[in-house]
Nanobody
Framework: QVQLVESGGGLVQAGGSLRLSCAAS????????MAWFRQVPGRDRDFVAA?????????FYVDSVKGRFTISRDLAKSTVYLQMNSLKPEDTAIYYC????????????????????WGQGTQVTVSS
């Protein structure tokens, strides 16, 4: 089992920045990929970004955050980060960290079903 704990959410003005962290504990050696998803009330949980946990750190992003968000990892700390710059009000959501202990079936690691570990979520609010 792997446990995931997010931190770093908060309230920021449009154009500002936040960095989310997700600390993994437990059997982290079994991880294949890590990702960030986000969800607003009444809507599905949507893919934001993903990074491979083994080998080279291949990264993937949803089009709406490309050039603004950066996902990265620190294997020594078993932590994945999401640096969010140029934030927009439409980025407001609960952000969830996800982990997978098996290879993804989706090419860009974007499917929720590829992940079997989830954090509790952290709220990000961007004011206009």
């Amino acid at each position: 089992q792997v446990q995931l704990v997010e931190s770093g959410g908060g309230l920021v003005q449009a154009g500002g920045s936040l960095r989310l962290s997700c600390a993994a504990s437990g059997r982290t050696v079994t991880l294949y990929n890590m990702a960030w998803f986000r969800q607003v009330p009444g809507r599905d949980r949507d893919f934001v970004a993903a990074i491979s946990w083994t080998g080279s750190s291949n990264t993937f992003y949803v089009d709406s955050v490309k050039g603004r968000f950066t996902i990265s990892r620190d294997l020594a700390k078993s932590t994945v980060y999401l640096q969010m710059n140029s934030l927009k009000p439409e980025d407001t959501a609960i952000y969830y960290c996800a982990g997978a202990n098996r290879p993804a079936r989706s090419i860009s690691l974007e499917e929720k079903s590829d992940y079997n570990y989830w954090g509790q979520g952290t709220q990000v609010t961007v004011s206009s």
